[in-house]
């Protein structure tokens, strides 16, 4: 028993001990792309080893990492952004960050820290940004913390548990743009806690509780924080009761120029008192971002705004908890009244009366987009296009409720340069309309048109139709310069001779199946075409156009080769066109035709050239004789039944019937001749007939001339001998030359033959009648059969 236990323990420590050792292998991380790491959301629990020493963007965020140690970043010497939020971090000993030298985006926020070391920042002098939210600490530290953080631009520190901000604890850092500051608990803040930052351009606060328990530290923080052109920002704080806004005079008098209300509550009451204590200060901006308004039994009297510098007022995402009592806001409209700018966003804003705007004579913008205004509501807005609003420059009343294009509601403002309607759902549109002179731009995109009308103002500059289900457009607008028709359904290029000044023409997402210079011809001004992502036809003229080297067609399409696909043909669907390769034949149909024709030219009159000089009709028809001859039955072996067969000319018949055949057919012994006109066989084939004259013959008797040269048959039966004379490799051929023959006439395909000539002694008739009885020896001895 004891043996067991010893065994069973000293394998437990084994196990122990290769689990420690496998616990030390750092893990690895699951996303990783060039030099970016999205670690995220993969359970770890230890920095993981870097997949690459060039990784510069490493995401470590929603993770169960509870210390970093002094040697996990060792590896990571290129890292430029680390983000760890939302992890379990207590402590991070002091060393860790010293390697990432190159660091400039640190996020530690949402985490578990108790305490902020100095040693953390020490090296990282290239930090730009750096959120230190939503952790444990209480106070920032000992007044040295973000001493080597010279290049810091955005801040953001603080959470539920910072309660005390003393002088010095920010020291070191004079050069920050945006800071973000979470003292919602704060208990203790000594003045000039944060003044050591310097002037900043944005600041954000959360001082939700703060405000209600201590307003005497608010104004102190806002001393610290604000400049003359502070954009200053509260978020997520309640102003449920008037009282609570007294701090916002304080800040307007230090020269704050935006102010901000993100994610706040605030009641009516608490509304008009802000506005009263921002009266007569320099206010450029105000905005109202996620508001939810409150109707409260606390009551408050708006005194006669003076706002001269104001230029914007901004409500958006505006929530009226109880929305049929919306005349509450209209206190509202004594500060829409100074603004020159106005944007109602995305509040479920219906209608503004027309006793209302009729006072807003000083402005110049207004964006009532993403509300549900209809075409009622707008033209109450416009009170009927009776002349209000008559500085207005910009319109913007996209993704609202209309349904027509109301052109006169706008045709009496001499101002009006730039209309947004896109995103309605514009049924019809009029044939004719009544304009501004003065309209530049018209947005008109995501609008369900199905087709345009002459209702568009001549004098566009910009023009947007994209969007829609436009099959054709045509409209003439002499002075356009952006035309934008893209994600309809259009066929064909507009025409280019409407639009004289037009430069960029998009027409992206349509279908479009061609493209080419033909088409661009009539654009002469034009400068940029978007016209990729349609259903191409990947045709020749085409493809030549959109890979072609000339260098404005380059320049006309940019860098958007990509977006360019083939549709068809079947085998190039899908490719992009720069990728495709149309065989040459397929593209130069007539050039290739003409080669190919000019080459079969070629090859007819060197096949002639060799058919004459290498006499190829001669031996195709030795071949086909030769052939004829092979398929006809063989003869039984004997003896010949003639002894020679005469082949002469008919010009030269008298010489063969006085002389040639009396002497020979009338010797003794005689000597049997087979003569054409006497014994071949009538009604056959005049070659078959030599054929079987020849094959029947002991010898062959040719009666040279010039006559017989030129003679076709003698040729035939010349050239058969010949042939036979390769076939057998025999000697029947007796040549009789009745006058002198030049033995260069003699063709050179009659090689055997002129061979002969030259190594045999042939006979020639004689001239003196005293040689012809050796001339007539000499032939029978030539016939004699020897058998």
Partial sequence: MRFLVFFLSKECVVLLLVAQSFSLVPPRCLRCEGTSCDCSRQNLTRVPAAASPLVSDLDLSFNRLEEILKH?????????????????????????????????????????LETLSSAWFQKLSSLLYL????????????????????????????????????????????????LFFDGRNLQEYEEGGLKETGPIGLVTLDLNGVFARNPAIVRSILSDVVY????????????????????????????????????VNMSVAACKEILNLLSRSNLTSLTLDGVQMLQTHETASLDQLQMHSLEAIVLKNIEVTSFYNFPSLVFLKSLMTLARRVSLLNSNWFAIPCEVSIDFTELQFLDISDNIFSDLTLSELMCYGGGVLLGLRTLNVSRNHLRSVSSRLFAELPKLQNIDMSGNRLKDMPECCRWPDSLRFLNLSSCHLTAVTRCLPPSLRVLDLSNNHLTEFDTELPFLTHLDVSGNKIGNLPAGGLYPRLTVLSVQNNNLQKLSSKDLQAYKALRRLKAGENPYFCSCEFVAFMTGGRMNHRKLLGGELDFYVCSSPDAERGRRVSDVRLPAFRCHTASALAALCSGILGV??????????FSVGWYIRMTCAWLRAKRKPRLKKGPPQYDAFVSYSDMDSAWVETHLVPELEQSHPPVRLCLHKRDFLPGGWILDNIMDAIEKSHRTLFVLSRHFVRSEWCVYELDYTHFRLFDQNDDTVVLILLEPIDKRTIPKKFCRLRRAMNSRTYLEWPADGGQLAAFWKRLRAAIQRHD
Wanted: glycine share 8%.
């Fill in 131 to 178: 959120n230190l939210l939503g952790n444990k600490y209480t106070t920032v530290g000992d007044g040295n913390v973000f001493q080597g953080l010279r290049r810091l631009r955005i801040l953001q520190v603080g959470g539920a548990s910072l309660q005390s901000v003393k002088r010095g604890h920010f020291s070191g850092l004079s050069d920050v743009d945006q």
């Fill in 604 to 613: 007819c009159l060197l096949a002639a050239a060799a058919w004459r000089r």
């Fill in 72 to 112: 996990d970043f060792l590896t990571y010497g290129s890292l430029k952004a680390l983000l760890m939020n939302n992890n379990e971090i207590r402590s991070v000993q002091d060393e860790a960050l010293v390697p990432l030298i190159r660091l400039e985006r640190l996020d530690l926020s949402h985490n578990r």
């Fill in 228 to 263: 003359p052109n502070t954009t200053l920002t509260f978020t997520d704080t309640s102003f449920l009761r008037k009282t609570l806004v007294s701090p916002f005079g304080f800040a307007a008098n230090l020269g704050a120029t935006s102010i901000v209300f993100r994610n």
